[in-house]
């Protein structure tokens, strides 16, 4: 009894951990072994591997890297630098009707469909008093948008936990305003701002949706690349350019944010 | 002038900098704007294109695919979600620490790859049914569901379900642990103790998951892209069809001003909730 007892629960496990893995592992594995597979058609796995799809990069693809690098980084430097000041700014409010409705509208980015902000960024952008949808600025300008709920929250939950203690002790020993915020503040932010940045960062390069409404010609981003590769149905190279941008993104959150910060990062990110 | 109230005064004045340097040209501007253009017709300000959008047997299909497609795929998302966070959470074995980081990796991971990879693996040329073809002898590739409801709700259950996972594994993990020793020695069986004890306690996680998860499957975007057909039209696709290939802007507008509404009201309904959560565990 006690035996068969120990081993439905050893089965359990064991089917719990197979379907995470195929959930959620293959999918990643998929792309890895599709971006070096020279052939993976009526066959169960590709039977011999290639740098081809890599080597084979035109100017297109090399040009979507860059951008894609360039609209990231400043998009996790604007993002992370308005976040910060936000959540500075609204911590004060904490608990009060005005705080929670502005807490609640820096959500709404992220709320509504990718889609969704980008027409309305499009359509507010593209004609006078700012014209800005033939530059890149239209682009960094949506993402930014995009990203700047996790910034904040990042930013807030480390201000809600760590700081006031602190904040107050420097202020009640004459600390003046601007100091209290770069020598207590700022370096206790530390941790929040690297997750912020990272996180940012990795949501700039993988996002489809607002940059597919706004981008102009010749700052198409890696993944509108990609879905124009899948459509025409070269998955190969679709493989190869998907692997660069997951190894950018994953590179971010593991050396930007740090080992520690991966549960905030994701708490933050899936929870809100 | 006090000191308390010089505070006073540069706080507004931030706050009022705030509002009008990101709040304004970040979200309310482009927003606001898109209601303003979807109700500008050529004979002045108009409801019109919203009684067309609403009477357009086209549209009131797209709704309808949208619905159908949230519901199963937010549906199946929560009992998968629950299930798996339950299993790693009670019977937790060497590397489901590792699964669990493995999830929280997804939100680095587009959702259009996701359904991109599914190609590979179910679509009439992939592995799955090369191999079934293979061991079975097949005349065809007996899996085809890929482009279409199944595949789209597949691709959407794989890329939502750890947005349940997380917030229930939390749940689990705020419960006394004596409250269910309570129960269990004054003889309740694993089963009631799951049903009347832990159920109840990590209901509101459960929730709010599922609403968020609700909430983006209905603005999600890219698995309707890659996997989407002209029967399976759903409203953020059809904004962008309307914008980028009909360029019909005031089509698109009054959509998305529809989505839009729609969005929001779920956002809504998740930020009461997990207030309403937030509070209660407070005063708990």
Not at chain 1, 141 to 162: D, G, I, N, S, W
Not at chain 2, 39 to 53: A, E
């Amino acid at each position: 009894m006690a035996r068969r007892r120990a081993l439905a629960l050893a089965g359990l496990r064991f089917l719990t951990g197979a379907v995470c893995l195929w959930l959620f592992a293959v999918p990643g594995l998929v792309v890895i072994v599709s971006a070096f597979a020279s052939d993976w058609v009526a066959t169960v796995l590709p039977t011999s591997f290639t740098l081809r799809w890599f080597e084979h990069f035109d100017a297109t693809d090399v040009n979507a890297m860059l951008t894609s690098f360039e609209v990231a980084g400043m998009v996790a430097t604007l993002g992370t630098i308005l976040g910060l000041w936000l959540a500075i700014s609204l911590n004060p409010l904490e608990g009060r009707r005005l705080g929670g409705l502005l807490d609640a509208v820096i959500m709404v980015p992220n709320s509504v469909p990718s889609v969704v902000l980008g027409l309305a960024v499009l359509l507010a952008y593209h004609a006078p008093p700012l014209d800005i949808s033939g530059s890149w600025a239209i682009v960094v300008l949506v993402q930014t948008a995009l990203v700047l709920p996790f910034c904040y929250r990042m930013c807030a939950a480390a201000l809600k936990q760590e700081i006031p203690v602190f904040r107050e002790a420097a202020a009640g020993l004459g600390a003046p305003p601007a100091m209290v915020l770069r020598r207590v503040i700022l370096p206790l932010l530390e941790p929040a701002i690297r997750a912020s940045v990272a996180l940012a960062f990795a949501f700039s390069i993988g996002d489809l949706g607002a940059t597919l409404m706004v981008y102009p010609p010749g700052f198409a981003t890696v993944p509108i690349v990609v879905i124009e590769d899948v459509e025409r149905g070269f998955y190969y190279r679709a493989s190869a350019l998907a692997l660069i941008l997951l190894v950018l993104s994953l590179a971010s959150l593991v050396l930007v944010a740090g080992r520690g910060r991966r549960a905030k990062v994701a708490a933050v990110a899936m929870e809100r | 002038m006090s000191a308390t109230s010089r505070t006073l005064l540069a706080r507004a004045a931030n706050l009022s900098a705030v509002v009008l340097l990101v709040f304004g040209p970040f979200i309310l501007y482009p927003l606001g704007g898109l209601f303003l253009l979807s109700v500008r017709t050529k004979s002045g300000m108009s409801i019109d294109p919203y009684l067309r959008f609403f009477s357009d047997p086209t549209s009131l299909e797209v709704i309808h695919t949208t619905l159908a497609i949230v519901l199963a795929s937010a549906a199946v998302a929560t009992v998968v979600g629950v299930a798996l966070a339950a299993l790693l959470f009670y019977l937790p074995f060497r590397g489901s620490t590792m699964l669990v980081r493995l999830m929280e990796l997804f939100v680095a991971f587009p959702s259009f790859l996701v359904a991109f990879t599914l190609i590979f693996l179910y679509g009439t040329q992939g592995s799955v049914n090369v191999f079934l073809v293979h061991t079975f002898r097949l005349s065809h590739a007996p899996i085809d569901f890929l482009y279409g409801f199944g595949g789209i709700v597949f691709a959407e259950v794989i890329y939502y379900t750890p947005f349940v996972v997380r917030p229930t594994l939390t749940a689990l993990t705020l419960i006394d642990e004596r409250v269910v020793e309570a129960a269990r020695s004054l003889g309740a069986s694993p089963a009631l103790v799951a049903r009347r004890v832990i159920l109840p306690m990590a209901l509101p996680g459960i929730v709010a998951g599922s609403i968020l998860c609700f909430l983006f499957i209905m603005n999600e975007f890219g698995i309707l892209l890659v996997l989407g057909s002209a029967k399976l039209i759903t409203l953020p696709l059809s904004i962008y069809s309307a914008a980028t290939v009909d360029l019909d802007l005031q089509a698109a507008a009054t959509q998305a001003a529809v989505m839009l509404v729609a969005s929001l009201s779920v956002f809504v309904v998740y930020r009461r909730v997990t207030r309403a959560g937030t509070r209660s565990h407070a005063r708990g």
